[in-house]
C-alpha cells in the first residue's frame, strides 16, 4: 500500500544506508502507529534483514553498538540521534526458550512459566517478524525510500482507526510469553484512550499474577518509560483499573493506601495538563515525586496538608521538615520491589524536602538557590492547581514576584537540568577575582547584561500574568 510520510532525515539515512548495503529494512511499531493518527513520533524503531553484526558492519563500530541478550539489537548513531535496529525475528524454536541468567533459570522452573520467551533471537523474514509481534496496531512496516506501508496481519490499520488493542493471534499465549507485554497493552489504553478487544482483555485479566515473574530490570525500565511519558497520569489510571497495579507497584495498590492512590492520580493528571500546556518541561523526577507525594505524607506524619494551612497564615517555620535520607528510603519502599535509577531518586528527594520550606518562614532568595527548587516549585503548583493544596491568592502571587525578581527559575539554564546555582558561593569568588584583575570590563559587562535581566523579568512577569488567568 502506498501512503507517504514525512519522517527525520536521520530516521530516513539509516533505513536508505541499510536498504544501499542489499538489506530489506523498514520503520516500524510506534513511529508508524504515530504517524496514521496525526502524532509526532517520540523515537523510531527500525527492522532490518541484516544481522547485529552485519548491522554494524554497515555503520561501522563507532556508530554502531550491539546491546542485550534476551533481545539483541543495535544502537546506531545518525546525526545527533540514537535508532534502535532490530534484525527481523521469527517464533523461537523450543530449544530458544532456555534462559541465560541464573535468575532466568530459577523462574523458568516455576509451572506458570511454562510458555515465556527468554531468548528472543532467532532472525527470520518481516512477515515472520510481524505475526511473531504483541499487536495489531504496533505491527505495522513503513518503507520511507519507497513510501510503502506493509500490514501483514491485516487488522493494524483498521484497529489504529477504531482504537483498538488486539493480540496477535492467541492472546493468552502472547502474554504468557511475555507478561510485560500486559503493561504494554494498558499504556496503550491509557496513552491513546484505545479500547481492548474482548479475547484481549479476558487473556489479560486472567494472566496479570504472572507480571510478577517479569525480570525486574524490565519492568523497571517500564517504568521509567511511563514516567518520562506526557501520560502518566492516564497510563498509571488504567493499570489501576485493570488491577495491574498490585503486581506492578504492589504498595500504592494496597487497599488500604486508596485515597492516597486517588489523590496521586490526580496530581500526576495535573502534571500531564501542565507539561501538555507547555507550562513546564518533562521531567520523570517530578512525576516520580508527584506519584509518591500523598504516601510519603502519610507515611512520614501523615501533618503535611494539615500544616501548610497552619503555617500559611502565621508564617512559621513547618515542624516537621522532611529529611532527605528519610524520604530516600520512603520512595524505595513506595516503588519497591523496581529498581529505580539513583538520578531520579536523588532529584525527587530534593524536590520534595523543599516542599514544607515553601510555605515556611524561610527568605525566598535562599530557598530559591537550593539545587532543585525549579522541580520543587512545579511540584507545589501541580498541588496548587490539582487541589491537593488549597493556595490562596495573594500568597501565590507573592511567590511569583519573588521568582519574577531574580529573572524566573524555568530560564534557558534550568530548563537544561539542575545546575549549580549562580548566587553560589564559588561563583561569587569568580566574579571578585575578574573584578579585581579588570574592574573596568567587568563594570562594562554588568552594564551590558542588564538589559537582559530586565528582558527575563519582563518575560517571567507575562508568563505569571498568563497563568493566573488560567487559575493559578
Not at 496521586?264 to 509518591?292: E, F, H, I, P, W
Not at 530516600?328 to 519497591?336: E, K, Q
Not at 577575582?433 to 559587562?445: G, T
Request: proline share 4%.
Amino acid at each position: 500500500m502506498q501512503n507517504h510520510f514525512e519522517v527525520e532525515e536521520n530516521v530516513f539515512e539509516v533505513v536508505s544506508k541499510l536498504q544501499s548495503a542489499g538489506f530489506e529494512t523498514y520503520i516500524v511499531g510506534g513511529a508508524i502507529r504515530d504517524l496514521l493518527l496525526d502524532r509526532t513520533p517520540k523515537d523510531y524503531d527500525i527492522s532490518t534483514a541484516a544481522t547485529p553484526e552485519e548491522v554494524r558492519e554497515v555503520f561501522g563500530r563507532r556508530r554502531a553498538r550491539i546491546i542485550g541478550r534476551r533481545f539483541q539489537l543495535v544502537h546506531v548513531r545518525s546525526g545527533g540521534d540514537i535508532f534502535e535496529v532490530s534484525t527481523f525475528r521469527r517464533t523461537p524454536a523450543e530449544k530458544s526458550h532456555e534462559p541465560q541468567t541464573p535468575g532466568a533459570r530459577k523462574i523458568a522452573e516455576l509451572e506458570e512459566a511454562e510458555n515465556m520467551i527468554f531468548n528472543d533471537n532467532d532472525f527470520g523474514t518481516s512477515e515472520e517478524d510481524a505475526w511473531r509481534r504483541d499487536f495489531t496496531v504496533n505491527a505495522l512496516f513503513y518503507d520511507p525510500v519507497s513510501d510503502e506501508l506493509i500490514d501483514y496481519t491485516g487488522n493494524g490499520i483498521a484497529d489504529i482507526e477504531s482504537g483498538l488493542v488486539r493480540a496477535i493471534g492467541d492472546a493468552k499465549l502472547r502474554f504468557e510469553e511475555d507478561p510485560v507485554r500486559m503493561l504494554r497493552a494498558l499504556k496503550l489504553v491509557g496513552q491513546y484512550g484505545f479500547n481492548l478487544e474482548r479475547k484481549t482483555e479476558n487473556a489479560l485479566l486472567a494472566t496479570l499474577p504472572l507480571l510478577e515473574l517479569a525480570s525486574v530490570s524490565r519492568l523497571s525500565l517500564e517504568l521509567e518509560k511511563i514516567l518520562n511519558s506526557n501520560y502518566t497520569g492516564s497510563i498509571m489510571q488504567a493499570f489501576a483499573d485493570y488491577g495491574l497495579l498490585k503486581h506492578f507497584l504492589p504498595y500504592i495498590a494496597k487497599d488500604s493506601e486508596k485515597n492516597n492512590l486517588n489523590a496521586a492520580l490526580t496530581l500526576l493528571k495535573m502534571r500531564d495538563q501542565r507539561v501538555a500546556a507547555g507550562y513546564y518541561r518533562n521531567s520523570a523526577s517530578l512525576a516520580m515525586a508527584a506519584l509518591a507525594l500523598p504516601f510519603i505524607d502519610m507515611m512520614i506524619d501523615g501533618n503535611y496538608r494539615r500544616e501548610y494551612a497552619q503555617q500559611i497564615d502565621s508564617g512559621n517555620p513547618p515542624p516537621n521538615a522532611w529529611d532527605e535520607e528519610m524520604l530516600r528510603h520512603s520512595l524505595l519502599t513506595i516503588y519497591a520491589p523496581l529498581a529505580i535509577i539513583k538520578r531520579l531518586n536523588i532529584s525527587a528527594c530534593r524536590m520534595l524536602a523543599i516542599q514544607p520550606y515553601i510555605f515556611g518562614k524561610v527568605q525566598p532568595r535562599r530557598l530559591m538557590k537550593l539545587r532543585g527548587f525549579a522541580h520543587a516549585m512545579e511540584l507545589f503548583k501541580v498541588q496548587c492547581e490539582s487541589g491537593y493544596l488549597q493556595c490562596s491568592s495573594d500568597f501565590i502571587v507573592q511567590w511569583r514576584n519573588n521568582i519574577a525578581n531574580v529573572g524566573g527559575v524555568n530560564n534557558k539554564a534550568d530548563s537544561a537540568g539542575e545546575p549549580e546555582i549562580s548566587g553560589s558561593s564559588k561563583n561569587r569568588k569568580r566574579r571578585r577575582k575578574s573584578y579585581s584583575r579588570n574592574p573596568r570590563n567587568h563594570s562594562k559587562n554588568t552594564a551590558g547584561n542588564q538589559p537582559n535581566i530586565d528582558q527575563l523579568i519582563r518575560e517571567q512577569q507575562l508568563a505569571a500574568a498568563e497563568d493566573l488567568k488560567l487559575g493559578f
